[in-house]
């Protein structure tokens, strides 16, 4: 079995702590791999390692224009490896190929395009009110960044949030998740490839409550950048104010998919459906509330039933299967007990309801859809993150509106509609970070993605993400020949 070590300063080293853990194969439920299970000693080298790339390494040295090009290698890098690293993340989250495979792909293009943004961070000269003064804004380097990423799209989350921080002119220390660390233990080695100094990207594996804890409390880390469950984002947020640290969370979701009857069905079926049983429903944007115009509800419920029907449970490997295996033992029966509370709470169930008995490795679950859902309902409100739909019936926009934002999170909204004024009001009445018309689960490495509410804080992609691995400096030059008349007051 395959053995991964950490990966600090340019090096794959062995846990300071000399333990491993297995990594499983959700399809199979057997370990393929094992996985550092590091301590704050590792933390403390990866931490040390980054502070000295941006202090005293030749990153520290490097113009904006040569990380830029490292950048553009590294994404070549990717494109070649697409391949042999989305295999490694399926068999790690046992998602669907497709969609792996689909992101890897992409990946490259948040290099490329932060990439090419790195030496374009131009600060300004600014025509201060003040005589004889010369004043400009420069933009620095935040400092050490501590990356925290959860399991489901493991490789993405680093694009999004590396490629921005690099940019930037920041080192950082990987804590991918306990599930899915091997796919970014072996794309640490590409960035070496590509050219990156001593110390500039750093991996540390192990658990949240040892190896994430200990990054989020380090002094010299100065900004965390987390994707994750809001409880864990609470904590950490909690935990970063103590050393004054900058933070930027991207949180789970409870997102309405709203459906109206003016609505191109065929679409919009299509649509509910992809926002809520793709990646088995593991995905912070899932659409896990149908909100339906009660005049169709009927005919749409009976629409997405059907479509629901024909999905393919298998091997996530496979091009044809749709659905593929809960990634964790935890996840898997906290979806099974959301199917009991909402049976439990009087929702009824139309479609699945179960586990998958016909499955191996025992952590399927069958896409599973409840109506007579009551927002008061905890299967209304409360993130499963599986393949578990709540359907919601409403009359008008005014109701859409009130059910849509009837929750705490803010992730994402979809609307479909054919009438152009009702989706711009729609889209201006939802409190959601993302608002999708007649299309769901779209992201571009140009357009900022993030939570309002309990979904989280600032946003990634798109060029404003940069800025959060910024800071500001404002400097001020006198150019006068004369002393102050009054040195005792403000100038
Ligand atoms: P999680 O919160 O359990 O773990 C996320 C990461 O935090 C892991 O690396 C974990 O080891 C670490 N961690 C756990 N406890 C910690 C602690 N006390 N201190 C520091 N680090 C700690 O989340 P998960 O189960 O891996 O992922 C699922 C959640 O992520 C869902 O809620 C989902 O909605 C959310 N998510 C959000 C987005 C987004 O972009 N908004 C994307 C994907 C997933």
Redesign the pocket.
Known sequence: MKQYNHFINNEYVAPAGGEWMDTINPYTGEAWAQIPKGTDKDVDRAVAAAKAAMTTGPYAKMTPTERGKMMLRLADLVAANAQRLAEIEVRDNGKLMSEMLGQLNYHPEWWRYFGGLADKLEGGVVPIDKPEHFAYTTHEPVGVVGA??????PLM?IA?KCAPAIAAGCSVVV?????TSASTLEFAALTKEAGFPDGVFNVVV????T???A??NHPDVAKIT????????A??YA?AARTMKRVTL????KSPNIVFADADLDKAAAGVISGIFAATG?????GSRLLVENSIKEAFTKRIVALGKSAKKGDPMLADTNIGPVT?PA?YQKVLSYIDIAKGEGARCILGGQAAADMPGGQFVEPTIFTDVTPDMRIAKE?V?GPVLSIIGFDGEEEAIRLGNDTIYG?AAGVWTENIGRAVRMSKALKAGTVWVNTYRAVSYMMP???MKH??LGR?SGIDAVRHYLETKSTWISYSDKVPANPFVMR
């Open positions: 925290l990423t959860a399991w489901n799209s989350f999004w804590k991918p998740s306990e599930f192990g658990l949240g409550p190896v994430g804890s990054l989020v987390f994707t994750g469950s809001d409880a864990t984002g904590a950490i935990q991207e949180l789970g979701g593991q995905t912070c944007i899932a964790t996840q993130e993150f992730l993605f993030g939570g979904s989280g990634e």
